[in-house]
């Protein structure tokens, strides 16, 4: 199975990071988070991506386009202008790159690329700005036993304020950054059919309104709970959040 990864959005709220690179590049621990989430993917056995660009997509192409030497020991003769790859490093991901469009929706992104899945059962589909210790095996098992169109997989947010519970003026629980209220949310790892191309107008067609509203009224919308780790990368401070997480060695989207 293919995993489709969306990198082509701006992310504004990442300004400092984002004037020169997409989203998908900025780093954590020195590698792009779009690296850290095919290395997700990758732990469960898939090594084939379609990357939908956007936004700079070209320093995404450079990043793969060069992967492969500057992941290897090699010597650079200088004199015959050759270099040498003398300890070869490097994933067996097979990586196409799409160019979706600046200014296109992520429903249309989606679009763009049905015709690398055309043929297939399936195929898995995250944004590219998101990590989780998710079962990634787990999620694609259970999108076919349920034998819908499409799955979402469904997240608590990590909460960003302690909450007090009381009666009067006695506390009777305090909890520092709960996860979230109770609620779940859209994390973001899909397992769809190339057939939900027929849910989506064209470029302009926004992925998490019309398509996915419509799949669930038709009832072809299932959802896989995960009550694991996951966080998104939003804004500067998550950015540093997942820094620290790396930096600790205890990061625990790291499953590879």
């Not at 850290?36 to 192409?61: D, P, W």
């Not at 799409?98 to 195929?123: C, K, N, Q, S």
């Amino acid at each position: 199975m293919k995993a489709v990864i969306l990198a082509g959005g701006l992310g504004t709220r990442l300004a400092e990071e984002t004037e020169t690179k997409p989203k998908p590049m900025v780093e954590i621990g020195g590698r792009p988070i779009l690296w850290h989430i095919m290395k997700i993917y990758a732990a469960h056995g898939i090594n084939e991506f379609i990357i939908c660009l956007g936004y700079k997509g070209y320093v995404i192409k450079e990043f793969f386009i060069n992967y492969f030497v500057h992941s290897s020991d090699i010597t650079v003769d200088l004199g015959r202008n050759a270099v040498e790859v003398i300890r070869p490093q490097a994933e067996p991901w097979r990586v196409t790159l799409v160019e979706t469009g600046e200014a296109t929706e992520i429903g249309g992104r989606i679009r763009r690329i049905l015709p690398h899945v055309a043929d297939d059962e399936a195929f898995c589909l995250t944004y590219g700005d998101g990590v989780a210790n998710i079962d990634v095996r787990g999620l694609i098992d259970f999108h076919r036993k349920e034998g819908r169109l499409c799955t979402v997989t469904a997240v608590q947010p990590p909460g960003r304020f302690g909450a007090i519970r009381h009666e009067g003026a006695r506390v009777t629980r305090f909890a520092e950054k709960p996860v979230g209220d109770g609620g779940w949310i859209n994390g973001g790892f899909f397992v769809a059919s190339p057939a939900v191309g027929a849910y989506i107008a064209g470029d302009d067609t926004v992925w998490e309104r019309e398509p996915l509203e419509r799949l669930a009224e038709e009832g072809q919308l299932s959802v896989h709970f995960h009550q694991g780790f996951w966080h998104p990368m939003d804004t500067l401070r998550d950015r540093r959040l997942l820094e620290g997480l790396w930096a600790s060695g205890q990061a625990p989207w790291k499953i590879w």
